[in-house]
């Protein structure tokens, strides 16, 4: 296939961060996707409906003139959360969905749910209001390894959770493992995943080719290659629980190649080129638009956009930064071509 058409997809996993960044990356996010599901973890976290309109203006503000697009916006999950202030913003329509960050799992959460039981009676309210969940899935112990987390929290936290309370609808973020994929089409239509290119591209040994590869840094990590296989089986199934979601991650470079660097991948500038070449891969392309599209609109109850955008079998040349101010950000494949460009308003970009 040389060209491929569909309609413009959502991408259900986010970091705009804030101030002069989020300046610099929502337009890339806002040019190829109707929608995007805005992760809450700023400095301070956005707790609350009121924190979370704001955010939404301040990301409005930076989308340019023209584009019909959307931030889907969330709250995040403290263990002092209130359950009347977040039901209230998702039937006013103001969020759509409310975070649980493990404490110390990943950028920003430290001030996350140290206890599942701290939030229980959060969870059964959302769950009475049809409000999901959404997990960093990953169980955070000195004695669990950092590639086992994401099983531990199935089988210590997700699977319970979801048998104590039948009627919660969850969405496993960014899953990483066989054992993520097998837990998200095992709940009927109460549970979905988001799947990020990262994880479909590569496997940990990316982070440690011809050296450490920061820029491959991300949290949950890169698995081993079985588990990248598993994904890409998932994700291109056709299955309705599996949803598109980079989980872009936009850190300045400084603080990326330090001697703690921090975890997330900047892949919003080449998501959708990335998608389509593991589609292709997998001669699946002819179910992209159920992946990118219609499943996390039927999951989320939002209206399948009309507006389509056609991209065309022709490589493009990905810029080696993107500047922030008089800093940069690196993007996924930066320096390198992908196979697949947009086409729109007459030319390729």
């Not at 609350?48 to 889907?72: H, N, Q």
């Not at 936290?157 to 054992?179: K, N, Q």
Request: charged residues 25%; glycine residues 6%; contains cysteine.
């Amino acid at each position: 296939m040389q060209e491929i058409t569909f309609r413009k997809p959502s991408d259900l996993h986010v970091h705009f961060r804030d101030g002069p960044m989020l300046a610099a990356v929502v337009p890339y996010t806002a040019r190829d996707f109707r929608h995007a599901l805005v992760m809450p973890n700023l400095v301070p976290p956005v707790t609350t409906t009121a924190m979370a309109a704001a955010y939404r203006e301040r990301i409005m503000a930076a989308v340019p003139e023209g584009l019909d697009f959307t931030p889907l916006m969330t709250c995040y999950l403290t263990d002092d959360t209130d359950a009347g202030d977040l039901v209230a913003g998702f039937r006013d329509g103001v969020t759509v969905g409310a975070k649980l960050y493990p404490a110390h799992a990943t950028t920003n959460s430290q001030h996350g749910v140290t206890n599942i039981r701290n939030i229980r009676d959060v969870l059964v309210a959302m769950a009475d209001a049809g409000m999901p969940l959404l997990t960093h899935g990953e169980r955070v112990r000195p004695d669990i390894d950092v590639f086992d987390r994401e099983k531990f929290f199935i089988d210590e936290i997700l699977v319970p959770t979801l048998e104590e309370i039948p009627t919660l609808r969850v969405v496993m973020e960014h899953i990483t493992t066989a054992d993520g994929a097998l837990a998200a089409r095992s709940f009927g239509d109460r549970v979905a995943a988001t799947i990020t290119p990262q994880h479909l591209l590569f496997n940990r040994n990316a982070l440690f080719e011809g050296g450490l590869r920061p820029h491959l840094y991300c949290l949950p990590v890169l698995k081993r290659e079985e588990h990248r296989l598993a994904l890409r089986q998932a994700a291109t199934s056709g299955l309705p629980n599996y949803l598109l979601g980079t989980d872009t991650a936009p850190h300045l470079r400084r603080d990326k190649e330090a001697d703690c660097g921090c975890a997330g991948v900047f892949s919003a500038p080449v998501a959708l080129e990335a998608y389509l070449q593991v589609f292709e891969e997998e001669n699946a392309l002819d179910r992209f638009e159920r992946f990118a599209t219609l499943n996390g609109a039927a999951f989320y109850r939002l209206e399948v956009p009309q507006e389509t955008v056609t991209y065309v079998r022709r490589e493009r040349y990905v810029a080696e930064q993107i500047e922030v101010g008089d800093q940069s950000v690196i993007p996924l494949h930066a320096g390198k071509s992908v196979g697949w460009s947009k086409l729109g308003a007459g030319a390729e970009h």
